[in-house]
């Protein structure tokens, strides 16, 4: 441009020519500052008006710099031109309008195309899809179709990620096989808009399919990949994906980094996730807000809160998702005061809390017992933010007083809320009176729950083991064959612990592994050491014979991923370990146990919080 620019200022007397060319280089090559006050001399000038080759480019620039203003005025302009019935600036004036918020605007400038062709269909489109307005998008397309317009690759592309948002897989299905009989050109946005549209409809298999299927695979196709298996909760295979991605010979983008983090969250996988963090500041990564708050988040989750923190403190700048992540991290590890404190510090620097910060708030003060800590973040909501309480902030409160024991008030509060309550809210009085062991009001709170979400197998469970707690047998049995008859499959129990790099999984009763006989072996010892420790196993949740009980909670995922850890992770290093549901308390107690005689620290994240094993206690305080 610099070359263009010399040549440009040397003419004597610009012709429009001269100016059209200079304006779409800059609007095309990112000076939309200069494009449009080249447009403004140009306007002044005696000898050159604007044209129909110049309006689009200039609409192109407003959009860049999101300038509503410049915009309108150009529109005033091409009216007084006599060029609003182009077809190409009118679908520039749709787009520029859509990508500044102002779609009523972009339906009205589309509804007067007097002869609309496949461009501007695709304008109105991408310009729904753009303010996430799926159905009007997805209606649009029916409209084009009907009204006997072609769709290409871009309308493919534009029209596919809002039917992944609205889960719409059968008009998803429809569309892809409309690709194929009408020989649309398969480029890749097509295909990766089609792996993100089956991922969102948590079709990984058929995501995963095409991602195969793709003769040349870019960043940004191996991003979207990862992305849906990270969304789908695969975290495994999005880790495997990210990990192949540079043997490939591709180099991870930052918003590829961003994608995995997650992954590396859920499984904690440290050593990964620090590889991605130092990846990022190799590469030169902009460690924005987002990025940033990804890794607070990332190394919160892998039981590193210290290394959060310093992730946070460097951040340059921060918002309310910054200083909710680093509440959270607090809330997972149990430190209310470090919550609470935190919070506090937040009100200083000047952020405003949202409904997230008091979720986090009041998750925190429950877990540790802190109930009119907890009241009291709830009341503050409405008397000094004006935040309306939704459903979930509810629940929470539910699940405080429940869990404190107070399950009467608990019930009330559900009784005298404004919303409707929802599942959850139901599943949280469940799961207090599973804790309390309260038959009758958690009868009635599984049928609530289960009303609104039939096929939830969790609440199943936990009426289950609120019967067997309570020596129900018959109610127990009664209740698991009828998730047998409904064929309702209760979520299995998986623990990981990284060892080397690699993460090793483990379900009840594992033999997969290729070191399952030593692991055995190394449980064998422990379950004795136990015993001469005094040891009873909690057999009041497992059916069947006492022995058989006292085997199958040997047998639990988090024990098996224990001796594992005993082998392979060396003295002085804590033994991590994450499970995808609540630990069981014959479990904890084993954990306890561990921790002092074999002399190591222990951290075990279950589906809720944080539990740290030391010297035979644990920081919840068996309060979880």
């Known amino acids: ?44 000038s005696d000898s050159t008006l604007p044209d129909k080759f110049t309006f689009p480019f200039i609409l ?3 959009a860049a710099l999101s300038a509503p203003s410049e915009a309108r005025g150009a529109h005033g302009r091409i009216i007084k031109t006599g060029l609003a019935s182009d077809v190409h600036i009118s679908t520039a004036l749709v787009d520029v309008y859509m990508k500044l918020g102002e779609v009523g605007i972009a339906r009205q400038v589309f509804d007067k195309i007097p002869l609309k062709n496949t461009v501007c269909w695709n304008a109105l489109i991408a310009g729904y899809a753009y303010n996430e307005l799926d159905v009007e998008a997805v209606d649009a397309f029916k409209w084009m179709l009907e009204l006997g317009f072609d769709p290409n690759s871009s309308t493919m592309a534009s029209v596919l990620p809002a039917v992944g948002r609205l889960g719409y897989l059968e008009e998803g299905k429809l569309m892809h096989k409309l690709i194929i009989e009408k020989g649309i050109e398969i480029k890749e946005p097509v295909i990766n808009s089609l792996i993100a549209m089956y991922g969102k409809c948590g079709e990984t298999e058929i995501a995963r399919q095409l991602f195969d299927e793709m003769l040349e695979k870019t960043a940004v196709s191996w991003t979207v990949m990862i992305s849906t298996y990270v969304q789908n909760g695969k975290f495994a295979e999005a880790l495997e994906l990210f990990i192949c991605v540079q ?4 180099k991870p983008t930052a918003v590829t980094v961003a994608s995995i983090l997650p992954a590396c969250a859920d499984m904690m996988h440290i050593k990964l996730g620090m590889k991605v963090h130092g990846y990022s500041i190799k590469n030169g990564f902009d460690l924005d807000i987002i990025m940033s708050t990804a890794l607070v988040d990332m190394y919160a989750k892998c039981g590193c809160i210290a290394e959060a923190r310093r992730v946070f403190d460097e951040m340059p700048e921060r918002n309310i998702v910054s200083w909710n992540a680093m509440i959270n991290a607090f809330g997972l590890h149990g430190q209310v005061m470090d919550a609470l404190e935190w919070f506090a510090m937040m009100k200083i620097n000047g952020m405003k809390p949202n409904g997230s910060t008091f979720v986090s708030l009041i998750s925190a003060c429950s877990h540790a017992g802190m109930v009119a800590e907890g009241l009291e973040c709830f009341k503050s909501m409405t008397r000094d933010y004006d935040l309306v309480p939704e459903r979930k902030h509810y629940a929470c409160v539910v699940d405080l007083l429940g869990r404190a024991g107070r399950l009467k008030e608990a019930y009330e509060l559900i009784k005298a809320m404004p919303l409707e309550p929802d599942d959850s809210t139901w599943g949280a009085l469940l799961g207090a009176c599973r804790i309390h062991n309260d038959v009758k009001l958690g009868k009635m709170a599984a049928l609530k729950a289960l009303e609104l979400k039939p096929r939830e197998p969790g609440y199943y469970v936990l009426l289950t083991n609120i019967y067997a707690g309570s020596g129900r047998w018959a109610d127990a049995q009664k209740l698991r064959e009828v998730m047998k008859e409904k064929k309702i499959l209760k979520e299995t129990g998986c623990s990981s612990i990284e060892d080397g790099g690699i993460v090793h999984s483990f379900v009840v009763g594992d033999s997969k592994h290729p070191e399952w006989k030593k692991i055995y072996k190394k449980m064998e010892e422990m379950e004795e050491k136990f015993k001469e420790e005094g040891y009873v196993p909690d057999t009041s949740l497992v059916l069947h014979e006492e022995i058989e009980k006292s085997e199958r909670l040997a047998m639990h995922s988090e024990r098996i991923a224990l001796a594992f850890g005993l082998l392979k992770i060396p003295d002085g290093i804590p033994i991590k370990i994450t499970k995808n549901l609540r630990v069981c308390g014959d479990c ?15 951290v075990l994240r279950d589906l809720r919080r944080f539990h740290r094993f030391e010297s035979g206690n644990c920081s919840c305080k068996d309060y979880w």
Do not use: W
């Open 1 to 44: 441009m610099d070359f263009a620019e010399l040549c440009f200022q040397r003419i004597p007397s610009k012709l429009q020519f001269a100016y059209n060319a200079m304006i779409r280089g800059y609007s095309t090559h990112g000076f939309p500052e200069k494009a449009l006050f080249l447009y403004s001399q140009m306007l002044y």
């Open 60 to 62: 192109k620039a407003c």
């Open 247 to 250: 043997a490939y010979g591709v």
């Open 588 to 602: 904890h107690s084993a954990f306890k146990l561990a921790s002092r005689i074999y002399k190591r620290e222990i």
